[in-house]
């Protein structure tokens, strides 16, 4: 059977560490507030990024506003932590003040390297937020608090990963098909794949349906295409191109996490704890949990990878 082993090798590489984000904002009537951020990573022996290369991916530095500490346990294991506060003082600064890079995909020093058709700085994940306030006749105030944290780049380059093999096995294997041709079955696996990975190829433990479909639907069309240079073209044949490229071995996948994208190992390893407290009622949230005017939402900034990730509440102030 043809396994897809990305997300297998990508966990074993993930078990080396742990990133607990926690972000706890307030909103106030008059649409300004204060937002707490703390970062803790939990180091043992295996875990294989530098104190340096974090605070970069995560641009936690001096820089950025984010004062630097450390606690040693009695077993000997140690927490790096990350810690900082900013205020915003009327309801347009917090999309004007807040940091919009959240994580980094690659370091510097390869952020100019590419894969396929994505640059390797061009992967990170950003959050942009939104806070509106009005007026209603009765002297009510309502106000809003809007988050979104989108990935850039990221599925894209795990999907040139995937098939950055594919075009030089086509030239070799059926020589006669032309270079546009060839293009145009890269373009529609990119496509299915990209597809593959928004319902879980990339993050569910059970790959091998979606592999096993991606590239069904991939071959089917890649004979058409190619059927009509090559009479002897077999799908089978052209499959087993499409299966060779989506199972790799834990080498590969090392190369892809740890040398080229080390930011999006990071993103296996983290788990974020969003808390916000609303002024007044609350009146609409798509919170997970609410105690009050206090809300609570829990993610991983690998569940991006389906989509961008929302928070959003509303609330009203009463005269």
């Given at each position: 059977?043809?396994?897809?082993?990305?997300?297998?090798?990508?966990?074993?590489?993930?078990?080396s560490g742990c990133l607990d984000y926690t972000i706890d904002t307030t909103l106030r009537a008059d649409g300004s507030g204060v937002r707490s951020e703390r970062m803790e990573v939990t180091r043992n022996d295996d875990f294989?990024?530098?104190?340096?290369?974090?605070?970069t991916l995560t641009r936690s530095g001096a820089s950025h506003g984010w004062r630097p500490s450390m606690e040693i346990h009695a077993d000997g294991d140690t927490t790096w932590i990350q810690e900082r506060q900013r205020g915003f003082d009327s309801p347009s600064s917090w999309a004007e003040t807040a940091e919009s890079v959240v994580l980094l995909g690659a370091l510097p020093e390869r952020a100019a390297d590419r894969l396929g058709l994505v640059r390797?700085?061009?992967?990170?994940?950003?959050?942009?937020?939104?806070?509106?306030?009005?007026?209603?006749?009765?002297?009510?105030?309502?106000?809003?608090?809007r988050e979104s944290f989108v990935w850039d780049d990221a599925a894209a380059a795990m999907v040139e990963f995937l098939v950055r093999d594919v075009d030089s096995s086509l030239r070799q294997r059926y020589p006669s098909v032309p270079e546009l041709e060839r293009g145009g079955i890269l373009g529609f696996a990119r496509a299915r794949v990209r597809d593959a990975g928004e319902a879980g190829l990339f993050f569910d433990e059970n790959t091998d349906d979606l592999v096993a479909?991606?590239?069904?639907?991939?071959?089917?069309?890649?004979?058409?295409?190619?059927?009509?240079?090559?009479?002897?073209?077999?799908?089978?044949?052209?499959?087993?191109?499409?299966?060779?490229?989506?199972?790799?071995?834990?080498?590969?996948t090392g190369r892809l996490f740890t040398e080229l994208l080390p930011g999006l190992n990071l993103a296996f390893n983290t788990s974020v704890v969003f808390r916000l407290t609303m002024p007044g009622s609350v009146t609409t949230t798509n919170a997970g949990t609410r105690d009050g005017s206090v809300l609570e939402w829990e993610f991983s900034p690998l569940d991006d990878l389906r989509g961008p990730i929302e928070i959003y509440a509303e609330s009203v102030i009463r005269p």
């Open positions: 059977m043809h396994r897809s082993t990305l997300l297998v090798a990508a966990t074993v590489i993930a078990t294989d990024l530098s104190p340096e290369a974090l605070i390797l700085g061009d992967v990170k994940l950003r959050s942009a937020i939104q806070v509106r306030r009005a007026g209603g006749s009765d002297g009510s105030i309502s106000i809003s608090y479909r991606a590239v069904d639907d991939i071959s089917s069309h890649a004979l058409r295409v190619i059927g009509f240079y090559h009479a002897d073209a077999r799908q089978e044949t052209i499959a087993d191109i499409f299966f060779e490229a989506f199972s790799f071995d834990e080498e590969d």
